[in-house]
C-alpha cells in the first residue's frame, strides 16, 4: 500500500518586509540580497522583499535582484490597494510595483469597516472597487496576486458581512491566494479557528465558477499566540503560513517561522521543506540575527542555544539514558544540538557529560569525579558561575585529577591608576612578577584600564616561553556586582572571554575586589589558551 503524502503548506517569510517594520531593526541593500539568498536555501516558496516604491531601498533590492536571482523561491512585491477614487492604471505607486519585475505581488486591502471610514476616510463601495480594481490592473500586466486581507479578524467580528463581501471582491478580480490577517495580533486560536473554518466553507460556497483561491494565514504576536494562531489556522483549512525568521516584526514580531516549520512538519505531519533544508533552519536563524545585528535569542524554541541544554541534575542524568526523557525532538532534526550545563544545580551526570566534552572519560564511582562536584558546588555558592566559564571548569577538573599543568606561577602584581585632570581616559601601569621554569621575569606594561595593563603586563613576562601568546586576545570582559546591598565590600563575579582566532574560551574570578577577581580570570584565561595550544601540538605528534 502506498503511504498517502503529506499535505503541503505553502511557506510565505516576511522578514524583508513585516521584520524590518521592528523597532530598532533596519537593513541594508545588501544585507537584504543576503538574506533572501539565504532563505532560497532554506527552501522558502515566497520570499516578500519589501515593498518597491515606499523607499529607494526597497526599489534598489528588486533590481539588484534581477542581476542575481533567487534559484527555487519566488519573490514578491508587497504594496496597498490604489488609493480612493483613482484609477489603477495612472497611481505611480503601482507602476513603481511593476518595474520591480516580480512574477508576484502582494497586494493588502481593508477589511475592518472602521479602516475604510476612518482610515480611509471612503465608503464601503469605493473600498471594494479599491481592492477590485487594483487586483485586476496587476492581472491584466500578467501578475500573480496574492490579497492580504488586513484587519481580517477584527473585520470580521464587527461586520462579519462586510468583510466577506472584500473578499469576494479579491477572489473576483483574479487573487489565487486570499490571506487573513490577524493585524493587530488579538485574535486568540479559538477564534482563529472558528473564523478560518467559515471562511474556507464561503469561499468554497461563493466559487462556484472560478479556480478557487487558497487560504492563508498571517498573524502578529501581540497576545503570544502568532504561533498557535497560525497552527489554528493550517488546521481549519489554511495552506499558506506567514512568518518571518525570528519572529521579527511591527511591535511584538510575527510567526515565527523558526517555530511553526518545526511544529508543522514534526509535529503535525505536513510537509513544507525538505528534511536537510529543516536541519539547517538554526543555521539559518543565526544568520538571520547576525545579518540584522540583533543578539540570538539563546531561549528561542527550537533553534536558541539553550534549546536542548539541561541543567538540573535529574534531566542531565535521564537524558543520558534516553534523550526522549527530556527532548521533544532530537535536536538535529533542526539542525540545533544538545549541550549540558554544569551549574550548582548539578548532579554527577552533569560532571561525567560534561569531563566527556573535554575528552576526559571519568566514572561515577570514583572519588575524583564526586571531589570535582563538591568544589562545583562550593565554589558556586561562593558566587562563581561556570555555566558560561566552561574553560575554568576545565581546569578545576584537571587538578582535581592531577593533571593540571603550571605553564607559569604570578609571584605578584600591582596596578597604578592616574585619573588626568581634564581627560575623561584613565591611565593604568601594570607591574608583574612571574616565574617559568624556576626563571622570575619582571615586566610592566600600560593600558586604558587596569585590567588591561594587567593582561599586557602578563602576556609580556611569558611571549618569550610562550610565542604562540601573539596570537591571543581578550576578546570580552564582564563583570557583575553579586551582593550590592553590601556596598563596596560586595563581591565582583569578571567573566574574560579569550580567543586565539579560531577558538574561543571563557573564565570566571570572584573577589570582593574587583581588581583580584579580573585577575583570576585573565590568569585563567592565559593559562587555558596554552593548555589548549599543548594539547593541539600533542595530538599533531601522535598523529604521526
Ligand atoms: C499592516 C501593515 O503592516 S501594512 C504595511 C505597512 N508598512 C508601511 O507603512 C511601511 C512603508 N510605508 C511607507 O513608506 C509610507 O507609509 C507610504 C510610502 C506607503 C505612504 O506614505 P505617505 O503617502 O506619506 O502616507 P502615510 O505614510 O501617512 O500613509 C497613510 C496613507 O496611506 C493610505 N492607506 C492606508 N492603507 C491603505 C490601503 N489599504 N489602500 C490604500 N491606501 C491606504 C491612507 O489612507 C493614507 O492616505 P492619505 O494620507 O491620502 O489619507
Ligand atoms: C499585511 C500585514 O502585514 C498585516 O495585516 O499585518
Excluded at 500586466?141 to 462586510?162: L, M, P, T
Excluded at 533553534?303 to 537524558?319: E, L, N, P, T, Y
Excluded at 566559564?389 to 591608576?417: D, I
Amino acid at each position: 500500500m502506498t503511504k498517502n503524502p503529506s499535505p503541503h503548506i505553502w511557506l510565505y517569510d516576511t522578514t524583508l518586509r513585516d521584520g524590518t517594520q521592528r523597532e530598532g531593526l533596519s537593513i541594508s541593500t545588501e544585507d537584504k540580497l543576503r538574506i533572501a539568498h539565504r532563505l532560497d536555501q532554506l527552501g522558502i516558496p515566497f520570499i516578500e522583499g519589501g515593498w518597491p516604491g515606499a523607499n529607494p531601498k526597497d526599489v534598489q533590492f528588486f533590481w539588484q535582484l534581477q542581476e542575481d536571482p533567487l534559484k527555487l523561491s519566488q519573490i514578491v512585491a508587497f504594496c496597498s490597494t490604489r488609493r480612493p477614487h483613482t484609477h489603477a492604471a495612472d497611481e505611480p505607486m503601482l507602476q513603481d510595483i511593476l518595474a520591480a519585475g516580480s512574477s508576484w505581488v502582494t497586494i493588502f486591502g481593508k477589511s475592518w469597516d472602521l479602516h475604510v471610514t476612518t482610515g480611509l476616510k471612503t465608503t464601503l463601495e469605493e473600498n471594494l472597487a479599491m481592492i477590485r480594481d487594483t487586483i485586476e490592473f496587476f492581472r491584466s500586466q500578467g501578475r500573480r496576486v496574492i490579497y492580504d486581507a488586513e484587519h481580517w479578524f477584527d473585520g470580521y467580528k464587527h461586520n462579519r458581512d462586510y468583510a466577506l463581501q472584500t473578499l469576494k471582491a479579491a477572489m473576483l478580480a483574479g487573487a489565487e491566494w486570499l490571506v487573513l490577517c490577524d493585524t493587530n495580533g488579538g485574535t486568540l486560536p479559538h477564534e482563529v479557528s472558528q473564523i478560518v473554518q467559515d471562511v474556507v466553507k464561503v469561499t468554497r460556497e461563493d466559487s462556484t465558477q472560478l479556480p478557487i483561491p487558497q487560504i492563508g494565514i498571517h498573524t502578529h504576536n501581540d497576545s503570544d499566540m502568532a504561533v498557535a494562531n497560525a497552527l489554528a489556522a493550517v488546521m481549519a483549512g489554511a495552506t499558506m503560513v506567514q512568518g518571518t525568521i525570528n519572529g521579527y516584526g511591527e511591535r511584538c514580531g510575527n510567526a515565527n517561522l523558526c517555530s511553526l516549520i518545526p511544529n508543522l512538519q514534526l509535529k503535525l505531519g505536513y510537509s513544507c521543506i525538505t528534511e536537510h533544508q529543516l536541519g539547517q533552519l538554526t543555521e539559518a536563524s543565526r544568520f538571520v540575527s547576525e545579518v540584522v545585528n540583533l543578539a540570538p535569542d539563546e531561549h528561542a524554541p527550537f533553534v536558541g542555544r539553550s534549546a536542548f541544554a539541561h541543567k538540573g541534575g535529574i534531566h542531565v542524568s535521564a537524558v543520558e539514558r534516553n534523550p526522549l526523557t527530556y527532548e521533544h525532538i532530537q535536536p538535529e532534526q533542526v539542525g540545533n544540538r544538545r549541550r549540558i550545563v554544569i551549574s550548582e544545580q548539578a548532579g554527577i551526570s552533569n560532571v561525567l557529560a560534561k569531563a566527556r566534552t573535554f575528552g576526559i572519560e571519568l566514572d561515577k564511582q570514583t572519588p575524583e569525579a564526586k571531589q570535582i562536584l563538591q568544589r562545583l558546588k562550593e565554589l558556586e555558592s561562593e558566587g562563581y558561575q561556570f555555566e558560561a566559564a566552561e574553560a575554568s571548569f576545565a581546569l578545576l577538573m584537571y587538578e582535581a585529577l592531577g593533571g593540571r599543568q603550571q605553564f607559569f606561577e604570578v609571584k605578584g602584581f600591582q596596578v597604578h591608576c592616574d585619573l588626568v585632570e581634564g581627560k575623561e581616559m584613565t591611565n593604568a601601569l601594570a607591574t608583574v612578577k612571574v616565574a617559568v621554569n624556576g626563571k622570575n621575569i619582571l615586566e610592566a606594561a600600560e593600558g586604558n584600564g587596569p585590567v588591561a595593563a594587567l593582561d599586557a603586563a602578563l602576556r609580556k613576562a611569558l611571549v618569550n616561553f610562550y610565542p604562540q601568546l601573539a596570537t591571543f586576545e581578550l576578546t570580552d570582559y564582564k563583570v557583575r556586582i553579586l551582593d550590592g546591598h553590601t556596598g563596596t565590600s560586595a563581591k565582583t563575579r569578571a567573566l574574560v572571554e579569550s580567543g586565539n582566532g579560531y577558538q574561543r574560551w571563557t573564565t570566571v574570578g570572584v573577589s570582593p575586589n574587583i581588581l583580584a577577581a579580573s585577575y583570576q580570570a585573565v590568569v585563567e584565561g592565559l593559562e587555558y589558551g596554552l593548555l589548549l595550544h599543548a594539547q593541539a601540538e600533542a595530538a599533531v605528534k601522535a598523529s604521526g
